[in-house]
Nanobody, 124 residues
Framework: QVQFQESGGGLVQPGGSLKLSCVVSGFTISSYAMTWYRQAPRKGRELVAS????????YYVDSVKGRFTISRDNARNTVNLQMNNLKPEDTALYFC?????????????????WGQGTQVTVSS
């Protein structure tokens, strides 16, 4: 059974930082591109960042480039997202999944099951 357990979200002021983690069970992430997504209220799901299995190639949506860093620990089956200089428009529920695609905002998640996500709220 595939499961994603996201954590690390919270309430932070603009300019602040958070580190999200996604612990995966049910499959080995080392064979997949792993991706963070987010969904803001009344908006569709948006791909935020992806990382290839090699751990050396990453992709970011333009709005987070230079502020977010995705990383993976294949040994621990975990994917992380370091978020710096957070802005109010980053407020959303953040999820992770494997994705068939890489290097594009047109996501194609591998698994139909999703975790509960972790809420990030950026507000003064």
């Amino acid at each position: 059974q595939v499961q994603f357990q996201e954590s690390g979200g919270g309430l932070v002021q603009p300019g602040g930082s958070l580190k999200l983690s996604c612990v995966v069970s049910g499959f080995t992430i080392s064979s997949y591109a792993m991706t963070w997504y987010r969904q803001a209220p009344r908006k569709g799901r948006e791909l935020v960042a992806s990382i290839l299995p090699s751990d050396k190639t990453t992709y970011y949506v333009d709005s987070v480039k230079g502020r977010f860093t995705i990383s993976r620990d294949n040994a621990r089956n975990t994917v992380n997202l370091q978020m710096n200089n957070l802005k109010p428009e980053d407020t959303a529920l953040y999820f992770c999944n494997a994705d068939f695609r890489f290097g594009t905002t047109l996501s194609s998640p591998v698994f139909n099951s999703w975790g509960q996500g972790t809420q990030v709220t950026v507000s003064s």
